[in-house]
């Protein structure tokens, strides 16, 4: 593995960035500690600092030469709202928020590399640094777009990075295409007439209706979808009543959607409007169906097959494994590669071993309370980002 040796060096200075981050999580644009320290660490690093950017974002800039070719490499910054188990010393200081997600590593492997390419500045380009919060909740990335980062700092494609558990340490997983799922999220309210539990003909009963839609639901996974577009449709969520003895007014529902193309979504949700109106009608009930979708992360072909090679260059060739299986998870960076060409990759974690003494009992697995980022792929990580970097801006197509 061609780890880059002064960016091994200075790992002490990253680890520690990224404990910081651990002890102090912030959630979706509530992360002020964390851009103030992100801001600060890059100014020391000699990188302009824009700031302001979806809220609590922070934008750095590196130009060096002409600065014609551009580059724009993300980290996301938010944490989750749950209560850490691990009792180890970096735990998080704040109750019912946590880094959950890796974002802290994130944020540490890009200050790396920043580092690093301050120092050096051994290209003709310009760099751009992204941090955009609200990843988990809040689509901070998406606000970014809106907002006009890239009008305002112009890349000719973009790159994300994600700490992927499960996967083997120095493996990298990429491919073209979906990478990550989109996701339709819904609330369905059926609104019946209340009636007396022993006089269930006096009314119109919303509990019974949401059932029958909560089975009816799933026949469209089956029945009407394709078999060979993948796609999972979960009600996570049927709330109604108060009383034993009474058939409540109203009940609701909610769940999620994740397919990889838009076309399936658009099906999912046509057929579900259609089920959800006519079983109410059939049972004499009102509905509303609200739904709010995100888009699929799809890798462009000609830059993921670029950062494929440099994954290449940096681990074993047979540690990169460029057709990996896309995962049903979503992220907001799809909204940067609606923007832009670019590709977001998996990084792997491990299996948990790294994990310190006084970690909880739970798997080292994402948005679990037992998580921990683990600090041995952070060099890795930060000298991937300066030789994707270094190459793009250094290519003659
Ligand atoms: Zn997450
Ligand atoms: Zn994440």
């Known amino acids: 593995?061609?780890?880059?040796?002064?960016?091994?060096?200075?790992?002490?200075?990253?680890?520690?960035?990224?404990?910081?981050?651990?002890?102090?999580?912030?959630?979706?644009?509530?992360?002020?500690?964390?851009?103030?320290?992100i801001a600060k660490t890059l100014k020391e690093y000699g990188v302009e600092v824009h700031r302001g950017l979806g809220r609590t974002g922070v934008v750095g800039v590196l130009r060096v030469g002409?600065?014609?070719?551009?580059?724009?490499?993300?980290?996301?910054?938010?944490?989750?709202?749950?209560?850490?188990?691990?009792?180890?010393?970096?735990?998080?200081?704040?109750?019912?928020?946590?880094?959950?997600?890796?974002?802290?590593g994130h944020m540490a492997m890009l200050l790396g590399a920043a580092r690093h390419l301050a120092r050096t500045r051994d290209f003709d380009g310009t760099i751009v640094f992204i941090f955009s919060p609200a990843e988990e909740n809040g689509s901070g990335a998406k606000v970014m777009v809106d907002e006009g980062i890239f009008r305002q700092f112009p890349v000719d494609a973009v790159f994300g990075l994600h700490n992927w558990p499960g996967l083997p340490v120095n493996n990298f997983g990429i491919r073209p295409g979906p990478i990550l799922a989109g996701c339709?999220?819904?609330?369905?309210?059926?609104?019946?007439?209340?009636?007396?539990?022993?006089?269930?003909?006096?009314?119109?009963?919303?509990?019974?209706?949401g059932s029958l839609i909560v089975t009816a639901l799933q026949g469209i996974i089956t029945r009407n979808k394709n078999p060979m577009d993948a796609a999972v449709l979960s009600v996570t969520q049927f709330n109604g009543g108060e009383a034993r003895n009474i058939v409540p007014d109203t009940a609701t529902l909610a769940g999620t959607i994740r397919a990889f193309d838009e076309k399936t979504l658009d099906l999912i949700?046509?057929?579900?409007?259609?089920?959800?109106?006519?079983?109410?009608?059939?049972?004499?009930?009102?509905?509303?169906?609200?739904?709010?979708?995100y888009l699929p992360t799809v890798n462009t072909p000609a830059e993921t097959r670029f950062a494929g090679e440099v994954m290449k260059s940096i681990v074993n060739e047979a540690k990169v494994d460029a057709d990996?299986?896309?995962?049903?998870?979503?992220?907001?960076?799809?909204?940067?590669?609606?923007a832009r060409p670019g590709a977001f990759a998996f990084l792997g974690a491990g299996d948990g071993e790294h994990r310190e003494e006084g970690h909880g009992p739970g798997p080292c697995a994402l948005h679990n309370t037992s998580y921990d980022f683990n600090d041995e792929i952070l060099s890795l990580g930060s000298t991937y980002w300066v030789e994707l970097s270094r190459r793009w801006l250094a290519r003659t197509a």
Request: some cysteine; overall charge negative.
């Open 1 to 37: 593995m061609r780890t880059i040796p002064e960016i091994k060096a200075a790992e002490g200075e990253t680890r520690a960035l990224r404990r910081w981050f651990h002890a102090h999580p912030e959630l979706a644009f509530e992360e002020t500690e964390t851009s103030d320290l």
């Open 66 to 104: 002409d600065g014609k070719r551009s580059i724009g490499l993300r980290a996301d910054m938010d944490a989750l709202p749950m209560q850490e188990l691990n009792g180890f010393a970096h735990r998080s200081q704040y109750p019912g928020k946590m880094h959950a997600c890796g974002h802290d």
């Open 184 to 209: 339709t999220n819904f609330d369905i309210r059926i609104i019946g007439v209340g009636a007396h539990a022993a006089f269930p003909h006096d009314g119109k009963d919303p509990i019974l209706t």
């Open 269 to 293: 949700e046509s057929r579900m409007q259609t089920i959800v109106q006519n079983i109410s009608a059939a049972h004499e009930c009102g509905a509303e169906l609200i739904i709010k979708r």
């Open 324 to 338: 990996v299986v896309p995962t049903m998870g979503s992220e907001d960076f799809a909204y940067m590669l609606q």
